[in-house]
């Protein structure tokens, strides 16, 4: 199950914590694929509790599995006597919010796996594969079946419950230790006004017990336990008949429910725990859930902890760069916990099941007089959450394209503006929650840079006090935004976050949110997948939290580095000047002088839908050629036709390339960084030439250029341009700016899908890349099905606003000759 350079995992069990840890690691970007013993996840039948500490674990990953919709909510805890006096109760709903910070849920369990089968989407599931072992490799991990097969991944999670075959070869083989008591589990259509909705009922009698939950739609899970010796209930060979003599004179709505669920509904297990262990895992494998930690069910937790379990395995995983090391660092901080849980469950089930009537008599006075507070704290440190890992922070000097980009920021700001128009209702509060979810998963999203007082060395340094600064605009246009303000204004990198972001509505129904970014962490890729990852739009498998990445430099593919590195780079570098020497690339003109320091991006806005668009994308598929070379081609003519326009020119046109498919390990779109470098592409402008040629030329260079890697050989020409500090980079800009391969560049991202898009209609997602000190006229195209977004950004005063209104023109009027 190898996947390129992303780390996979096999887990091996498709129950609560297995089907928990495909989706916690998936939402970290992590590969998964389950393999479950049984031929069919079949119905379980009985229900089970998911306490707060669980809900408000998923929430740090973002996760939520909609139980107010599956199951309900626990309202009422209640004690009482065999006969349903009540001894004590509690408002369990007030003391989950209080420790947890989230709500606590009864359902059926077969409503919970359903929940997770939903949230995992296409995650592979392997059903009817029984695993046997395993062997750890230089590159992971082997795992064998029963079957004779064997798969390989980077790490393998042993969740295959208290009898894991996992466990067994790590630890040995064992029997599980009896709990002292058989339980019998079911769910059942029920209604009684002693079960009130919420209700959470337990009935402690003479060595036996018996609980009512209430899991919705007007279901009722119910237990009973009863002492009994290891044999007796691991091998229960009583009926229906007889559990209901065991409860003979208990409350009215005890025997009616037994009465009333068929005996085919009613299941017997034996109530088994393990002593606690340490040992966890070896080198790629680990253990999680009941197959590191089974516990009675007393303190309700054994499904919470394998929730827990999965939700910290994932944060530590996304938090390191070395995978094994991320498993040890899981199984540290799971130990004390899972250790406490397990004694708490085993000390509170001996209490629960006690016979002789003295000590349950003392048992009867302590639950009835207890103060409030002392019962409340003995509920605090099961239903406290567990601290998601602290993130690991990103504490690094920039690399040369990082530092290339701080430099220009500082010295005339550099920023990437994603937009998108949103209908539907869209507050502040659910956007404040979104931009913390979103902040919390991106170490670069935490950060500020410093420098020394000279503005050399500039470093990442964590910011994670500083929340993305959110602003709130009514009625404002947000072409105006951004022109007059998200373009001009800093980003005060020294503080961080290195974004903000801004909330325009013009009705309680349709908003406008832009992203703003600056440049050093991100390319209009990134600001639009982020915005749609703040939007929700698309499949959860975008939404992963990203590991701390080293300097774009040190991630380049070994081809590129070392002695054969820069020999391609010095190919490129003397290449790319006599290309120059031999073609004299015309450039666009400044219509003044403005100095690096006192230089503002404005930008104009055009788009092309409807039957133009449609007529487009049928004329370059008929031409060969994309919609970005059209565009470029018609960009290319606009940009000879604004100087001489009867002259025959070859005019040059830099292209942003992707470097993330080059990395290793690979990147995603939406992980924060600068992730670009530019590759030049020259085409013969003539005055009665058709675009369609220049298209052509400009597709067959960009491809020529990218199959040498001149977007990789340009990283590490960069390494040697790139100035140390704002204050000595005055030459290396002049440099750039009078022999660089040329001052208008078109930049290319194509918009997420709208799909999923949750309680909204989104629609107009587009970016706009500041042009700052890198170029006069930067062109930012955004393109979907239903159209082109065109955003011509400028350096005022190099250009007019009359000529860039006019070089806009013209190309929206040539893409339309073109679509005819």
């Known amino acids: ?68 919709k599956r199951g309900q909510e626990v309202i009422s805890f209640n004690l009482l006597h065999p006969d349903g006096r009540l001894m004590r109760s509690m408002d369990f709903g007030q003391l989950s919010r209080t420790y947890a910070g989230a709500p606590s849920y009864c359902l059926d369990r077969s409503d919970l796996r359903a929940a997770l089968l939903e949230e995992a989407g296409d995650c592979p599931i392997h059903l009817g594969v029984a695993a046997t072992g395993y062997r750890n490799d230089p590159d992971g991990v082997r795992v064998r079946f029963a079957d004779g097969r064997e798969v390989h991944a980077d790490l393998l999670v042993g969740a295959d419950g208290i009898h894991s075959a996992i466990r067994r070869q790590l630890v040995g083989a064992e029997e599980p230790r009896t709990g002292g008591f058989v339980c019998w589990l079911a769910t059942q259509e029920f209604a009684h006004p002693n079960v009130p909705r919420g209700a959470s009922n337990h009935y402690w009698g003479a060595g036996m017990r018996f609980g009512m939950h209430d899991v919705g739609d007007g279901r009722i899970y119910w237990w009973g336990t009863k002492n009994a010796t290891a044999e007796q209930a691991r091998d229960w060979q009583g009926g229906k008949d007889d559990v209901i003599r065991a409860y003979a004179g208990w409350a009215e709505e005890v025997q009616d429910i037994i009465a009333a669920t068929p005996e085919a509904g009613i299941i017997a297990v034996p109530a088994q725990d393990r002593p606690f262990r340490g040992r966890w895992g070896e080198g790629a494998v680990t253990l999680l859930g009941d197959a590191a930690h089974p516990m009675l069910p007393s303190l309700g937790q054994g499904a919470g902890s394998s929730v827990e379990d999965a939700v910290i395995l994932a944060h530590c995983l996304s938090n390191s760069a070395e995978p094994v090391g991320a498993l040890r660092r899981y199984e540290e901080l799971r130990r004390k916990r899972t250790r406490m849980l397990v004694n708490k469950s085993r000390s509170l089930g001996r209490i629960e099941q006690l016979e002789a009537a003295f000590p349950r008599a003392v048992r009867s006075v302590y639950f009835r007089q207890a103060p409030k507070a002392v019962l409340r704290q003995v509920n605090k440190r099961p239903m406290t959450p567990p601290p998601a890992p602290e993130k690991v922070a990103v504490g690094r000097t920039l690399g040369a394209l990082e530092r290339w980009h701080w430099i220009a920021d500082q010295i005339s700001p550099l920023n990437v503006v994603a937009r998108a128009r949103v209908h539907g209702a869209l507050t502040e509060a659910l956007l404040r ?22 503005g050399s060395n500039p470093r990442f340094v964590p910011a994670d006090d500083r929340p993305i600064p959110l602003r709130l605009a009514e009625g404002a246009d947000w072409e105006q935004e951004v022109d007059g ?16 972001a801004v909330l325009l509505s013009s009705g309680p129904e349709t908003h406008d949110v832009l992203l703003t970014l600056s440049h050093t962490i991100a390319d209009g890729s990134t600001a639009l997948a982020l915005l749609a990852e ?24 070994a081809g590129h580095r070392g002695v054969r590195g820069s020999a391609k780079m010095l190919r490129m570098a003397v290449g790319g000047q006599l290309t120059a020497l031999r073609r004299r690339p015309g450039r666009l003109a400044a219509s003044q002088n403005v100095e690096f320091g006192q230089r ?21 598929e008929r031409e060969g050629v994309t919609v970005v070379d059209a565009t470029a081609a018609a960009l290319l003519t606009a940009v000879a036709r604004d100087g001489d326009p009867d002259r025959s020119r070859v005019y040059g046109i830099g292209f942003p390339t992707q470097l993330r498919d080059d990395f290793v390990p690979g990147l995603t779109r939406a992980e924060p960084g600068a992730y670009m470098t530019m590759i030049p592409a020259y085409a013969r402008y003539a005055p009665d030439a058709p675009a369609w040629t220049v298209a052509r030329e400009i597709d067959t260079e960009l491809a020529r250029r990218a199959a040498r890697g001149e977007h990789l050989s340009g990283l590490r020409l960069l390494g040697l341009l790139c100035p140390k500090s704002p204050g000595t980079s005055a030459k290396s800009l002049r440099l750039m700016e009078d022999n660089g391969p040329g001052n208008v560049w078109l930049y290319h991202a194509t918009q997420p899908a709208a799909a999923g898009a949750g309680p909204w209609q989104v629609c107009g ?27 011509f950004a400028y350096a005022n005063g190099i250009l007019t606003p009359e000529r860039v209104h006019a070089i806009a023109a013209e190309v929206v009027d040539v893409l339309g000759r073109m679509a005819a």
């Open 485 to 500: 303000r998200e373009l001009t204004e800093p980003l005060g990198s020294a503080e961080g976050p290195l974004l903000r």
């Open 534 to 557: 703040l939007l929700r739009l698309g499949d959860d498998k975008a939404r992963v939290a990203t590991p701390t990445r080293p300097a774009p430099e040190a991630m380049l593919p």
């Open 1 to 68: 199950m190898e996947n390129g350079n992303r780390t996979t995992a096999a887990v091996i069990g498709a129950g609560i914590g297995g089907l928990t840890t495909a989706i916690a690691l998936r939402r970290v970007g992590v590969d998964v694929e389950v393999y479950e013993r049984a031929g069919a996840l079949r119905p379980a039948g009985f229900g089970l509790s998911l306490q707060g500490n669980a809900v408000a674990s998923l929430r740090t990953l973002d996760i939520d599995l909609g139980l107010e």
């Open 600 to 620: 503002r991006t404005r930008f104009v806005h055009r788009e092309i839908t409807g039957a133009v668009h449609s007529g487009l994308r049928q004329a370059c």
């Open 433 to 454: 929650q979104r931009l913390d979810a979103v902040q919390a998963r991106h170490p670069l999203l935490r950060v500020a840079v410093v420098a020394d007082p000279d």
């Open 765 to 791: 997602m587009q970016f706009v890349c500041g042009a700052s000190v890198s170029s006069y006229l930067m062109v930012s195209v955004s393109t979907d099905d239903d159209g082109l977004q065109l955003n």
